[in-house]
Nanobody
Framework: QVQFVDSGGGLVQPGGSLRLSCTAS????????IGWFRQAPGKEREGVSC????????YYADSVKGRFTISRDDATNTVYLQMNSLKSEDTAVYYC????????????WGQGTQVTVSS
């Protein structure tokens, strides 16, 4: 089982920024398509972004397009999610996960990191 570690969440004011990090000690992220999804209380899981291992292509949900950027640092085995212009509706627990084909199907994920956007 993949042991993901998600970090970087916190409390931020609307309009602020956060950078989430995802790493794994027993798994090479570069060999797989890696996605971020979020889960807010009372809401369905929402896929946020995904990066493909083959060519680095990135995909985004319409709700975050233009504000969030996914990237990968193979040297440190880390996938990042840079989140700018944060809104209250971005409040959720964010998880990184294996997402084959960036299809919206998640196989393994970490413990998640809480993002709270509030004034």
């Amino acid at each position: 089982q993949v042991q993901f570690v998600d970090s970087g969440g916190g409390l931020v004011q609307p309009g602020g920024s956060l950078r989430l990090s995802c790493t794994a000690s027993n798994f090479i992220l570069d060999y797989h398509d890696i996605g971020w999804f979020r889960q807010a209380p009372g809401k369905e899981r929402e896929g946020v972004s995904c990066i493909r291992h083959s060519d680095g292509s990135a995909y985004y949900a319409d709700s975050v397009k233009g504000r969030f950027t996914i990237s990968r640092d193979d040297a440190t085995n880390t996938v990042y999610l840079q989140m700018n212009s944060l809104k209250s509706e971005d409040t959720a627990v964010y998880y990184c996960a294996t997402e084959s084909g960036c299809s919206g199907h998640y196989d393994d994920w970490g413990q998640g990191t809480q993002v709270t956007v509030s004034s």
